[in-house]
């Protein structure tokens, strides 16, 4: 779960980041007002994947719902902006996706080993 | 399985390399190239294949005239790659004798059986695969009560719709880009017809997904029928 904490930490901070540097580049040549809610949407799903990350860091047992939470918010977020406004970077936009279900399937998993573990 | 997924490889390969743009044409200094020029006859295939081919390239020159200069300040370079795009389209108009409402269509036109089997079939194909891997899980933790297999099933079919039909917008745009030989595919990404209509690309996707899923349910229940 530390790794998995590890790895949502380092892509929340990738996805802020680029959402910043997209924003400021946008921002000069006069971006939509839709285009900065979108981009505010984005900025606090990636500010809620890097603190599960840390969530998940400090107190891997008692983080999981968070985290469960926050990747399941990630995923419809950039599922949404990759269907109907693909302007963001598509590596961006692919690992927002991707991510979070990855995160998803490690956390079910292990939601499935600790049941089997109690069943037992 | 391994069989399918060699011949969709090389039909993805074989459109890819079908449907590629003329690099030998493509430029920086908004300059233009044509080997052919004299009036075009739209009523044939043939000319207005090519059409849709000088207005690619003149799309194309001017965006990396515009890239080369002025790339992350896009107030600087939309004049700039305006302006390179208007003096091709015009000069393709008077070369070839059509008008520009001509050229202006002809840089949306696509190469429709390229689209479908580089974009279309490959995403639809892992859309069912997906699903069905999906509902493979889901029925490992679902509940006995009708009602709730039901929403979970419905939960299930619109997240996999939504995150194939994302999927599929980011694999059209990669394709665009390998099409164009150009990374930076800019407002060229709005003639993908998956971009161009999102709702279109998301309902199919909703009905294969939703399809798939049931069908699956449907096979399961008659399965148990008979072991009873």
């Given at each position: 779960m530390r790794i998995l904490g590890g790895c949502a930490a380092l892509v929340g901070g990738l996805e802020l980041l680029n959402v910043i540097i997209a924003s400021g580049s946008v921002g000069r040549g006069g971006g939509s007002g839709t285009g900065a809610a979108l981009a505010g949407l984005v900025g606090v799903v990636s500010t809620l994947l890097f603190a599960s990350g840390i969530a998940l860091l400090v107190r891997p047992g008692g983080a999981i719902g968070f985290a469960r939470g926050t990747a399941l918010a990630v995923l419809v977020t950039f599922a949404l902006l990759a269907a109907f406004?693909?302007?963001?970077?598509m590596a961006s936009m692919l690992l927002g996706i991707i991510f979070p279900i990855v995160m998803l399937g490690v956390i079910a998993r292990r939601g499935a080993r600790g049941a089997a573990a109690a069943a037992r | 399985m391994r069989h399918a997924a060699l011949a969709a490889s090389l039909s993805v390969a074989a459109a890819l390399s079908l449907g590629?743009?003329?690099?030998?044409?493509?430029?920086?200094?908004?300059r233009w190239t044509d080997t052919r020029s004299g009036p075009l006859d739209l009523d044939r295939a043939a000319d207005r294949e090519h059409l849709r081919q000088d207005a690619q390239v003149a799309w194309e020159v001017g965006q990396r005239y515009g890239d080369v200069r002025y790339r992350t300040q896009p107030r600087l370079e939309l004049p700039l790659v305006g302006a390179c795009r208007s003096a091709m389209f015009d000069s393709i108009a008077a070369r070839h004798g059509v008008t520009r409402a001509d050229v202006d269509r002809a840089t949306r036109a696509r190469l429709w059986p390229v689209d479908v089997a580089a974009v279309f079939l490959p995403m639809l194909a892992l859309a069912v695969v997906a699903a069905l891997f999906a509902a493979r899980e889901l029925e490992r933790v679902i509940v006995t009560r009708w009602t709730a297999a039901l929403a979970a099933r419905g939960v299930l079919v619109c997240l996999i719709a939504l995150v194939m039909a994302g999927l599929t917008q980011i694999w059209a745009m990669s394709v665009e880009s390998w099409r164009l030989r150009n990374e930076h595919i800019a407002g060229r990404a709005f003639v993908v017809p998956s971009v161009a209509h999102p709702a279109i690309a998301l309902a199919t996707m909703l009905i294969v997904v939703a399809v798939t899923v049931a069908l699956r349910a449907s096979r399961r229940r008659t399965l148990a029928h008979s072991i009873r």
């Amino acid at each position: 779960m530390r790794i998995l904490g590890g790895c949502a930490a380092l892509v929340g901070g990738l996805e802020l980041l680029n959402v910043i540097i997209a924003s400021g580049s946008v921002g000069r040549g006069g971006g939509s007002g839709t285009g900065a809610a979108l981009a505010g949407l984005v900025g606090v799903v990636s500010t809620l994947l890097f603190a599960s990350g840390i969530a998940l860091l400090v107190r891997p047992g008692g983080a999981i719902g968070f985290a469960r939470g926050t990747a399941l918010a990630v995923l419809v977020t950039f599922a949404l902006l990759a269907a109907f406004r693909p302007g963001f970077s598509m590596a961006s936009m692919l690992l927002g996706i991707i991510f979070p279900i990855v995160m998803l399937g490690v956390i079910a998993r292990r939601g499935a080993r600790g049941a089997a573990a109690a069943a037992r | 399985m391994r069989h399918a997924a060699l011949a969709a490889s090389l039909s993805v390969a074989a459109a890819l390399s079908l449907g590629c743009i003329d690099a030998s044409r493509i430029n920086r200094e908004c300059r233009w190239t044509d080997t052919r020029s004299g009036p075009l006859d739209l009523d044939r295939a043939a000319d207005r294949e090519h059409l849709r081919q000088d207005a690619q390239v003149a799309w194309e020159v001017g965006q990396r005239y515009g890239d080369v200069r002025y790339r992350t300040q896009p107030r600087l370079e939309l004049p700039l790659v305006g302006a390179c795009r208007s003096a091709m389209f015009d000069s393709i108009a008077a070369r070839h004798g059509v008008t520009r409402a001509d050229v202006d269509r002809a840089t949306r036109a696509r190469l429709w059986p390229v689209d479908v089997a580089a974009v279309f079939l490959p995403m639809l194909a892992l859309a069912v695969v997906a699903a069905l891997f999906a509902a493979r899980e889901l029925e490992r933790v679902i509940v006995t009560r009708w009602t709730a297999a039901l929403a979970a099933r419905g939960v299930l079919v619109c997240l996999i719709a939504l995150v194939m039909a994302g999927l599929t917008q980011i694999w059209a745009m990669s394709v665009e880009s390998w099409r164009l030989r150009n990374e930076h595919i800019a407002g060229r990404a709005f003639v993908v017809p998956s971009v161009a209509h999102p709702a279109i690309a998301l309902a199919t996707m909703l009905i294969v997904v939703a399809v798939t899923v049931a069908l699956r349910a449907s096979r399961r229940r008659t399965l148990a029928h008979s072991i009873r």
